[in-house]
């Protein structure tokens, strides 16, 4: 049997009137339901569920009893409550069984609870009927209220939307249960925003209520928005957010100048492509609706100026198109027009407007102007000095009339090759000039306000110098002609043009003759080919080189000038050995004495050889000329039989190129390895570090040199003298040198050289020798 008791929490006054009611309902069904469970053999009863409202009071509520049939006083028992939220959220007392909830409880955080309950002996702690389970569910009550998780809002809407016209839409939340009662059940309203918005109350879709909103009056609206639960009815529980709506632009306002008439003043000197002046039309949409596009529809001469769009500024830019004169024209009238370049073609507005421009040219003082901007004057070379070439003008256009004085730019006229009258402009011949050399030249003439020097215009002037014929025509080229000995009468040897530095106008007319003196030249004629060149013939085949290697032809070149010029030019003729194609092979007269059966080619072939044989020979005797000798006899012959000859002699005890004796006299100043000075090693040995920091021994120190000196490739094969002057501290052997000694080679003993080791066994055995052979 499961019995079920709702304890409902209440606000104020009515909360205790509920717990006592509460209470006294729950003791009836304890007392039924023992009865039933009695019957039932059941020792004691509970409720498998109690539901209770979720309340934040201070105070304990009394949630539910347990009781058992066992509790007859009699019997110490205790009831014990274990599970979720037990001796924390609920208490239970152990004698009477009443279960109280201790902390505030919140559908929210959690909605039911499960525990279990069970009857113990109060002294033992044994259990007196094994544990059952039941559960707390915590019913919700309107303790939360809506919520804006997402705002506060944005929104933007185009202007002169139509009534009912969707802005956004906003959603609330609301933490209490929608399933039981109006909790959770939301309404929404306008606080703020009206009469321009309204709201669904249900789906809470904002939307346009005010027809004809402007954005050029009014950007943006902030609107409230109220969600109410308990379905709006009083005692509901509210929350508010914010919709901040904006209007977007839309293309319904033209452009507009401020003034329908405009006036501008623009120099006369003001260059070509130069702004002259901004116009501008005003639009109060913005963005894309608000650019325009300027445009010259009318007025006089329009071709004079030209208008464009700055992107950035929105502005009108007039430009000059053409020169401005002030005498000319003094004022131009224009009518400009402005157009958006987006536009709602549905709208039937005009989204252009226009405007009069006036402009007033302003007078300036400018530079002189020359009648053309070039000039081309012709003079002939070789004019005389002071011949006036020509003439230039120049005038001034300002209503004053300036007197103008002429120079020339001497940077263009660095040989001052012309002068320039500074009044009339007359240009005259300051040097003579030759065409050959220059047949163009440009100078640059100015022209200076007297009034005003800064103004100043310049102009071009190209001097043409004109041909005359002061140039004799020469050969093309230094034409060296070749006769076959076995050529044919008649044959061209050579032909031969010319070449004139003059250029007249009729071209180039050239006449070739033989001087007067070879008129009847019997080797040579010539003959005219038409085209300003000769062809020079062989008049017999009888030329020898034996006889004569070379002619001479003059020929005489006269143009057709006037006066006629004319020159004689030489043409030089060899005669050469042909083969019998005609082809040339040689033009020397030593040539013709050679075998016939040796080409030039074999020829120099055997002087090479020759000479390579000559040098073979000389290199061998040169180096038989330098092949050493042996100095030293290795065998055993008596060396008083050889003679041995040293190239090298020593300088005796003065020389002191070929070694340092400083080493020897002063053993304690070594410091390194002193090299050889009597020769030029091609290897260097690495420097040696002497022995003892007090001294050297001196035997030590000859040994040391003797090892160097046979393992050194760089050694002489000959001997060299060196003197030791210095023969160390308490030597045994007494002095080393024979050359400072009294007694002569025969008073000497030279056995000891025997004892001094395999070194000195060759030196001994030859002074031993030296000694049997004197006995002998």
């Not at 506060?152 to 929608?178: F, I, K, L, N």
């Not at 940077?411 to 030759?434: S, Y």
């Not at 006769?483 to 010319?498: F, M, R």
Request: one cysteine or more.
């Amino acid at each position: 049997v499961t019995f079920v008791y709702h304890l409902r929490e209440s606000y104020a006054d009515r909360r205790s009137k509920s717990l006592q009611t509460g209470s006294t309902a729950l003791l009836r069904g304890l007392v039924e339901g023992q009865r039933i469970l009695s019957r039932a053999k059941r020792g004691w009863v509970w409720n498998q569920m109690f539901v209770l409202e979720e309340f934040s009071g201070p105070d304990p509520i009394l949630v539910g009893r347990l009781h058992t049939d066992l509790d007859v006083g009699s019997t110490p028992i205790k009831y014990v409550l274990a599970g979720e939220g037990a001796g924390t959220i609920f208490a239970i007392n152990e004698i009477t069984g009443d279960i109280h909830a201790m902390k505030r409880l919140d559908r929210e955080e959690k909605a039911e609870y499960t525990l279990t309950a069970q009857v113990t002996n109060r002294d033992t702690d044994q259990p007196l009927e094994p544990p059952s389970e039941f559960i707390i569910k915590v019913q919700d009550i309107n303790d939360n209220p809506p919520q804006f998780v997402e705002g506060p809002y944005r929104a933007s809407v185009p202007e002169m939307s139509q009534v009912g016209t969707s802005v956004t839409r906003v959603t609330a939340t609301d933490a209490d249960d929608p399933v039981y009662g109006n909790s959770a059940k939301l309404v929404y309203s306008i606080l703020e925003g009206q009469p321009y918005f309204s709201i669904d109350p249900n789906t809470a879709i904002i939307k346009i209520a005010l027809h004809g909103m402007d954005r050029e009056m009014r950007e943006e609206y902030l609107v409230v928005i109220q969600a109410k639960d308990m379905g709006g009815h009083m005692g509901g529980l509210s929350g508010t957010t914010t919709v901040t709506v904006t209007l977007t632009d839309v293309n319904d306002n033209p452009p507009k100048f401020s003034k329908s008439k405009q006036n501008f003043v623009i120099p006369e000197e003001l260059g070509i492509g130069q702004p002259g002046g901004k116009v501008k039309a005003n639009d109060r949409d913005i963005g894309e609706n608000a650019k325009s596009t300027y445009n010259i529809i009318d007025g006089d001469e329009k071709d004079v100026f030209e208008i464009t769009t700055d992107a950035q500024t929105q502005e009108g830019i007039l430009r000059l198109k053409k020169p401005l004169n002030f005498e000319t024209k003094k004022s131009y009238t224009l009518k400009v027009e402005a157009a958006n370049i987006r536009f709602d073609p549905n709208s039937g507005s005009p989204f252009k407007d226009t405007a009069t421009v006036k402009i007033a040219v302003e007078d300036s003082d400018e530079p002189p102007v020359f009648s053309k901007p070039t000039f081309v004057l012709q003079v002939d070379e070789n004019a005389p000095i002071n011949t006036v070439i020509g003439t230039v003008t120049a005038r001034d256009p300002d209503v004053t009339g300036s007197l103008v004085r002429y120079f020339i730019d001497r940077h263009t006229d660095l040989e001052r090759q012309f002068n320039i009258n500074v009044d009339d402009g007359k240009i005259t011949l300051a040097k003579p000039l030759d065409r050959e050399t220059d047949m163009w030249h440009n100078i640059t003439v100015t022209a200076t306000e007297i009034r005003n020097h800064s103004q100043i215009s310049r102009a071009i002037v190209a001097i043409r110098v004109l041909d005359i014929n002061d140039n004799a025509p020469e050969f093309a080229t230094e034409y060296e002609a070749f006769l076959c000995e076995n050529g044919k009468p008649g044959q061209v040897i050579q032909t031969v043009s010319a070449v004139d530095k003059d250029d007249p106008i009729q071209g180039h007319y050239f006449e070739y003759r033989l001087i007067p003196e070879m008129l009847n030249n019997p080797n040579f004629t010539i003959k005219n080919n038409g085209d300003n060149s000769i062809s020079v013939l062989a008049k017999h085949d009888t030329f020898r080189r034996q006889k004569q290697e070379m002619y001479f032809l003059p020929i005489i070149v006269t143009d057709n000038g006037n006066p006629p010029m004319s020159s004689t030019n030489t043409l030089t003729i060899r005669v050469c050995g042909c083969s019998r194609e005609g082809i040339v092979q040689s033009c020397n007269v030593e040539a013709y004495v050679l075998p016939i059966g040796l080409s030039m080619g074999a020829l120099i072939a055997i002087l090479a050889c020759i000479i390579l044989l000559l040098v073979i020979v000389v290199l061998f005797v040169t180096l038989r000329r330098h092949k050493n000798k042996p100095l030293i006899i290795k065998d055993d012959e008596d060396v008083r039989e050889n003679i041995i000859r040293y190239d090298d002699e020593g300088g005796g005890e003065e020389d002191t190129e070929a070694f340092d004796i400083a080493t020897l006299q002063n053993p304690d100043g070594i410091n390194g390895y002193l090299p050889r000075k009597d020769i030029k090693p091609d290897l260097q040995f690495m420097p040696r570090q002497s022995g003892g920091p007090n001294g050297v021994d001196v035997d030590e120190f000859i040994n040391v040199r003797l090892h160097e000196a046979d393992n050194d490739p760089t050694a002489p094969p000959y001997d060299s003298i060196q003197i030791y002057g210095y023969e160390g501290r308490g030597s045994i052997a007494g002095s080393l040198s024979s050359l400072e000694t009294a007694s002569s080679d025969s008073d000497q003993n030279y056995d000891y050289l025997r004892e001094w080791g395999p070194r000195f066994r060759r030196l001994g055995e030859l002074y031993s020798v030296g000694e049997s052979d004197k006995e002998t």
